[in-house]
Nanobody, 126 residues
Framework: VQLQASGGGLVQAGGSLRLACETS????????MGWFRQAPGKGREFVAA????????YYADSVKGRFTISRDKDTRTGYLQMSNLKPEDTAVYYC????????????????????WGQGTEVTVSS
């Protein structure tokens, strides 16, 4: 399974960006997809996740109400719509996927995802 992340860039505080993560996997009915980020000098942090069957979503408290995760089964692409961006959102964002689904208790655990994209950089200026 290959994941191709895109959509990062430089934006001013308060602005918006939409990240996309396209998968090469043809069967996505049971996909679980997550977005994680890593800021300079910090560890990996969970951002959001979605179960492709049923579209249940999960968010880190730091992004709840500002970010929206979604997926398009037809194009096999996951999205992370980021609004009201803050300088502390600056990081490299990674999408990750579990081909055989993911249980709710593990959606925030990066080790539960077998496949990772290459990362896309988001910089928010103040």
């Amino acid at each position: 399974v290959q994941l191709q992340a895109s959509g990062g860039g430089l934006v001013q505080a308060g602005g918006s960006l939409r990240l996309a993560c396209e998968t090469s996997e043809r069967t996505v009915a049971n996909f679980g997809m997550g977005w994680f980020r890593q800021a300079p000098g910090k560890g990996r942090e969970f951002v959001a996740a979605i179960k492709w069957s049923g579209a249940a979503t999960y968010y880190a408290d730091s992004v709840k109400g500002r970010f929206t995760i979604s997926r398009d089964k037809d194009t096999r692409t996951g999205y992370l719509q980021m609004s009201n961006l803050k300088p502390e959102d600056t990081a490299v964002y990674y999408c990750a996927a579990s081909r055989l689904g993911i249980i709710t208790s593990q959606v925030r655990n990066g080790d539960a995802y077998a496949y990772w994209g290459q990362g896309t950089e988001v910089t928010v200026s103040s």
